[in-house]
């Protein structure tokens, strides 16, 4: 059984601080990974795929996966107030298997 | 046009009752699921539909019975609600089979059921 694990939070950074996301994975085999934003009462949206070793930086966000230690990280720089959300790491199987969600709040 | 449009937004119900959430994609996907989450924000899957064909079946009660009448439409029937069935229910496509391709899932808005 895939498990994805993330601490629940919350993560509290001030507005223009970087906030460093994390999760890891139980399934050594895994290939997909995501990061999925969920505003309160909203449904999540997609914001970063990643399927190789490294980082992948498009705008303020920076993934990084590192197969060996079966972790993934999430970067936000410059953290805006908009930024609050619950972030949901998955990773693919025969569905997005998803971790718990750690909650951000950007204070301003 | 709403890509993934779930019905209703809201369902209100006494235990024992049985209840539906129809799913619809307009994005001509062909797979298409059911996740719930819970109130800690712990999104499960529990089923997924290949055009028209179940290819996921989690461990979930016989209660819940989804139903693919085409590949851009999956409903859900729960019966015999119980309190722990209290949760929003997600229905979100794909295209590919199983998500091994791209990854990136569409999901509706959700179908918050609270169960009395």
């Known amino acids: 059984q895939k498990e994805v694990e993330q601490n629940s939070g919350p993560l509290s950074v001030p507005e223009g601080a970087i906030a460093s996301l994390n999760c890891t994975y139980s399934d050594r085999g895994s290939q997909s990974f995501f990061w999925y934003r969920q505003y309160s009462g909203k449904s999540p949206e997609l914001i970063m795929s990643i399927y190789s070793n490294g980082d992948k930086e498009d705008g303020r966000f920076t993934a990084q996966l590192n197969k060996a230690s079966q972790y993934v990280s999430l970067l936000i720089r410059d953290s805006q107030p908009s930024d609050s959300a619950t972030y949901l790491c998955?990773?693919?199987?025969?569905?997005?298997?998803f971790g718990k969600g750690t909650t951000l709040s950007v204070s301003s | 046009d709403t890509a993934v449009s779930q019905t209703p937004k809201y369902l209100v119900t006494q235990m024992g009752n049985d209840k539906s959430i129809k799913c619809e994609q307009n994005l001509g996907h062909d797979t298409m699921y059911w996740y719930k989450q819970d109130s800690k924000k712990f999104l499960k899957i529990m089923f997924s539909?290949?055009?028209?064909?179940?290819?996921i079946n989690e461990t979930v009660p016989n209660r819940f019975s989804p139903k693919s009448p085409d590949k851009a439409h999956l409903n859900l029937h729960i019966n015999s609600l119980e309190l722990g069935d209290s949760a929003v229910y997600f229905c979100a496509s794909s295209q590919g089979r199983g998500t091994s391709n791209t990854g990136e899932l569409f999901f509706g808005e959700g179908s918050r059921l609270t169960v009395l």
């Open positions: 998955a990773l693919s199987g025969t569905a997005l298997i």
């Open positions: 539909y290949n055009n028209k064909e179940l290819i």
